[in-house]
Protein backbone atom coordinates (compact mmCIF):
# COMPACT_ATOMS: atom_id res chain seq x y z
CA UNK A 1 0.00 0.00 0.00
CA UNK A 2 1.25 3.63 -0.63
CA UNK A 3 2.38 6.12 1.71
CA UNK A 4 -0.35 8.78 2.72
CA UNK A 5 0.20 12.24 0.72
CA UNK A 6 0.71 14.74 3.68
CA UNK A 7 -2.85 16.09 2.53
CA UNK A 8 -4.29 12.56 3.21
CA UNK A 9 -2.40 12.15 6.46
CA UNK A 10 -3.29 15.41 7.64
CA UNK A 11 -6.99 14.68 6.84
CA UNK A 12 -7.41 11.18 8.54
CA UNK A 13 -5.93 13.42 11.98
CA UNK A 14 -8.33 15.89 11.58
CA UNK A 15 -11.27 13.19 11.62
CA UNK A 16 -9.59 11.13 13.83
CA UNK A 17 -10.12 14.13 16.41
CA UNK A 18 -13.77 14.24 15.75
CA UNK A 19 -14.94 10.52 15.08
CA UNK A 20 -13.22 7.15 16.04
CA UNK A 21 -10.69 5.65 13.24
CA UNK A 22 -13.29 2.82 13.25
CA UNK A 23 -15.49 5.37 11.84
CA UNK A 24 -13.27 6.05 8.56
CA UNK A 25 -13.45 4.01 5.39
CA UNK A 26 -11.28 3.46 2.42
CA UNK A 27 -9.76 6.88 0.55
CA UNK A 28 -12.24 7.66 -1.93
CA UNK A 29 -10.25 10.86 -3.30
CA UNK A 30 -8.59 14.35 -3.09
CA UNK A 31 -9.97 16.94 -5.32
CA UNK A 32 -8.78 20.79 -5.93
CA UNK A 33 -11.30 23.45 -5.93
CA UNK A 34 -11.75 26.16 -7.64
CA UNK A 35 -10.97 28.53 -5.02
CA UNK A 36 -7.30 26.74 -4.37
CA UNK A 37 -8.49 24.65 -1.49
CA UNK A 38 -7.64 20.57 -1.38
CA UNK A 39 -11.24 17.79 -0.19
CA UNK A 40 -10.14 14.80 0.60
CA UNK A 41 -12.92 12.09 0.77
CA UNK A 42 -13.04 9.01 2.80
CA UNK A 43 -16.45 6.57 2.92
CA UNK A 44 -17.76 6.32 6.39
CA UNK A 45 -18.42 3.39 7.76
CA UNK A 46 -20.49 4.43 10.68
CA UNK A 47 -23.46 2.75 11.51
CA UNK A 48 -26.31 4.32 10.51
CA UNK A 49 -24.73 6.34 7.90
CA UNK A 50 -24.51 4.01 4.53
CA UNK A 51 -23.58 5.76 1.44
CA UNK A 52 -22.17 9.01 3.40
CA UNK A 53 -18.78 10.72 3.10
CA UNK A 54 -16.16 11.90 5.30
CA UNK A 55 -14.78 15.05 3.61
CA UNK A 56 -12.20 17.30 4.90
CA UNK A 57 -11.61 20.91 3.20
CA UNK A 58 -7.52 21.84 3.23
CA UNK A 59 -5.00 24.39 2.44
CA UNK A 60 -2.04 24.08 1.53
CA UNK A 61 0.62 26.93 1.15
CA UNK A 62 3.93 26.25 -0.77
CA UNK A 63 6.66 24.96 1.64
CA UNK A 64 3.86 24.30 4.28
CA UNK A 65 1.93 21.81 5.71
CA UNK A 66 -1.61 21.02 5.02
CA UNK A 67 -4.00 23.11 7.04
CA UNK A 68 -7.10 21.80 8.16
CA UNK A 69 -10.63 24.18 7.44
CA UNK A 70 -13.32 22.27 7.85
CA UNK A 71 -14.23 18.45 8.59
CA UNK A 72 -18.02 17.37 8.10
CA UNK A 73 -20.05 14.06 7.00
CA UNK A 74 -21.70 14.59 3.63
CA UNK A 75 -24.64 12.14 2.23
CA UNK A 76 -23.67 10.52 -1.34
CA UNK A 77 -26.15 10.00 -3.96
CA UNK A 78 -27.48 6.32 -2.03
CA UNK A 79 -27.71 8.00 1.67
CA UNK A 80 -30.88 7.66 3.78
CA UNK A 81 -31.93 11.05 4.10
CA UNK A 82 -34.66 12.56 6.17
CA UNK A 83 -37.41 14.18 4.40
CA UNK A 84 -38.01 17.70 3.89
CA UNK A 85 -38.23 19.96 7.21
CA UNK A 86 -42.06 21.79 7.22
CA UNK A 87 -42.97 24.76 8.99
CA UNK A 88 -45.21 23.77 12.61
CA UNK A 89 -47.95 26.33 10.93
CA UNK A 90 -48.30 23.46 7.69
CA UNK A 91 -48.54 21.04 9.74
CA UNK A 92 -51.04 21.93 12.03
CA UNK A 93 -52.81 22.81 9.08
CA UNK A 94 -52.85 19.62 7.47
CA UNK A 95 -53.53 17.96 10.88
CA UNK A 96 -56.83 20.32 11.41
CA UNK A 97 -57.58 19.43 7.89
CA UNK A 98 -57.15 15.61 8.26
CA UNK A 99 -59.25 15.98 11.38
CA UNK A 100 -62.18 17.79 9.36
CA UNK A 101 -62.16 15.35 6.96
CA UNK A 102 -62.29 12.66 9.51
CA UNK A 103 -65.30 14.30 11.02
CA UNK A 104 -66.95 14.48 8.31
CA UNK A 105 -66.76 10.87 7.07
CA UNK A 106 -67.77 9.67 10.57
CA UNK A 107 -70.60 12.26 10.86
CA UNK A 108 -71.94 10.59 6.97
CA UNK A 109 -70.83 6.98 8.26
CA UNK A 110 -73.68 7.72 11.34
CA UNK A 111 -76.10 9.37 9.45
CA UNK A 112 -79.14 9.49 11.46
CA UNK A 113 -78.71 6.46 13.32
CA UNK A 114 -79.80 5.70 17.17
CA UNK A 115 -76.02 6.77 17.82
CA UNK A 116 -75.73 4.09 19.85
CA UNK A 117 -72.10 2.73 20.20
CA UNK A 118 -70.59 -0.76 20.17
CA UNK A 119 -71.32 -1.16 23.60
CA UNK A 120 -74.90 -0.43 23.17
CA UNK A 121 -74.56 2.84 25.15
CA UNK A 122 -75.75 6.25 23.02
CA UNK A 123 -72.79 8.74 22.64
CA UNK A 124 -74.24 11.02 25.08
CA UNK A 125 -74.04 8.03 27.96
CA UNK A 126 -70.42 7.99 26.93
CA UNK A 127 -69.66 11.49 26.91
CA UNK A 128 -71.25 11.16 30.59
CA UNK A 129 -68.82 8.91 31.66
CA UNK A 130 -65.60 10.60 30.52
CA UNK A 131 -64.20 12.37 33.85
CA UNK A 132 -64.28 16.33 33.39
CA UNK A 133 -60.30 16.08 33.53
CA UNK A 134 -60.02 14.42 30.28
CA UNK A 135 -59.56 16.79 28.59
CA UNK A 136 -58.34 14.82 25.39
CA UNK A 137 -61.70 12.03 25.70
CA UNK A 138 -59.99 8.71 25.42
CA UNK A 139 -57.93 6.76 27.40
CA UNK A 140 -54.88 8.45 27.72
CA UNK A 141 -55.45 10.17 30.82
CA UNK A 142 -58.00 9.27 33.71
CA UNK A 143 -59.08 11.91 36.05
CA UNK A 144 -55.81 13.69 35.65
CA UNK A 145 -54.01 9.94 36.28
CA UNK A 146 -50.65 10.10 34.45
CA UNK A 147 -48.88 6.55 34.57
CA UNK A 148 -50.83 5.47 37.43
CA UNK A 149 -50.45 8.71 39.68
CA UNK A 150 -53.59 10.76 40.82
CA UNK A 151 -51.85 14.37 40.04
CA UNK A 152 -54.62 15.48 41.61
CA UNK A 153 -54.55 13.57 44.91
CA UNK A 154 -50.63 14.97 44.89
CA UNK A 155 -52.00 18.27 45.47
CA UNK A 156 -54.67 17.29 48.52
CA UNK A 157 -51.89 15.19 50.27
CA UNK A 158 -51.38 16.78 53.63
CA UNK A 159 -47.56 17.12 54.79
CA UNK A 160 -45.96 14.66 56.97
CA UNK A 161 -45.75 16.02 60.50
CA UNK A 162 -42.33 14.27 60.83
CA UNK A 163 -41.07 16.37 57.70
CA UNK A 164 -39.87 19.46 60.24
CA UNK A 165 -37.97 17.13 62.45
CA UNK A 166 -35.31 16.11 59.58
CA UNK A 167 -32.25 14.60 60.97
CA UNK A 168 -29.25 17.20 60.14
CA UNK A 169 -27.15 15.77 57.27
CA UNK A 170 -23.96 16.73 59.46
CA UNK A 171 -24.17 15.88 63.22
CA UNK A 172 -21.21 18.69 63.43
CA UNK A 173 -19.41 21.72 61.44
CA UNK A 174 -15.78 20.83 62.37
CA UNK A 175 -14.12 23.54 63.24
CA UNK A 176 -9.87 23.71 62.22
CA UNK A 177 -10.08 20.49 61.06
CA UNK A 178 -6.92 18.67 59.31
Same mark, same amino acid.
Given at each position: ??????????????????????????????????????? =???????????????????????????? =???????????ALLAPDWV???????????????????????????????????????????????? =?????????????????????????????????? =??????????
Open positions: MPEPTPRVSAARAALVEITPDATIGRLLGEAVEEDGSIT =VTFDSALAGYPGWAWTVSLAEIDGEAPT =VLEAELLPGDGPWSERLAEYKAAQEAQNASDAADDGDADDEDLDGDSEDEDEDELDEDD =VLGNDVLHGGDLDGVDIDDLDEQEPDDDDDEREP =VFDEVGEGSD
